[in-house]
């Protein structure tokens, strides 16, 4: 899938930040948070003062107008998300047929804690998946090599 939705050319590129592996427009990111803070302290509040005249319980109006609180943090996520999208360009590029590739993905394996491993010790399905893939040979051979 091509997501073919360029960033603004007017858009610096210091204007964008990434916070949580996700690139954002620092604009965009305070509004957002403008808005989460203005639905959830506003459902805070009044379900707070809605909440004191039907409850009997002070402490238990106020648990649950922080609940509401937190409603209110999920909403805004909805909108913000909904309002401004994804500053991200994703690209499908197959790299996969490319041996130079192949190989020097096989080899950071290898250097992982516990190694590559060989096929003879995966599950039945897990090979399944890796011929329906074309990727078992590819694993069977780099085994071999590396037991020989």
């Given at each position: 899938m091509t997501n073919n939705q360029q960033p603004p050319a007017t858009n610096p590129r210091w204007q964008l930040a990434e916070v949580w592996g996700d690139t954002v427009d620092l604009k965009h990111l305070t509004w957002a948070i403008v808005i989460g803070i203005g639905i959830s302290v506003t459902g805070y509040f009044f379900a707070s003062r809605w909440l004191a005249s039907v409850v009997e319980s002070k402490q238990l109006a106020q648990a649950y107008a922080m609940?509401?609180?937190?409603?209110?943090?999920?909403?805004?996520?909805?909108?913000?998300?909904?309002?401004?999208?994804?500053?991200?360009?994703?690209?499908?590029?197959?790299?996969?047929?490319?041996?130079?590739?192949?190989?020097?993905?096989l080899a950071e394996l290898e250097n992982q804690?516990?190694?590559?491993?060989?096929?003879?010790?995966?599950?039945?399905?897990?090979?399944?998946?890796?011929?329906?893939?074309?990727?078992?040979?590819?694993?069977?051979?780099?085994?071999?090599?590396?037991?020989?």
């Open positions: 609940l509401a609180g937190l409603a209110g943090c999920v909403i805004a996520g909805v909108i913000c998300a909904r309002i401004f999208p994804p500053k991200r360009v994703v690209t499908e590029k197959d790299i996969s047929s490319d041996p130079a590739w192949r190989a020097e993905v804690p516990g190694g590559l491993g060989t096929v003879a010790d995966l599950p039945p399905a897990v090979v399944q998946e890796l011929k329906e893939l074309k990727l078992y040979e590819l694993f069977a051979e780099t085994t071999k090599k590396t037991n020989a």
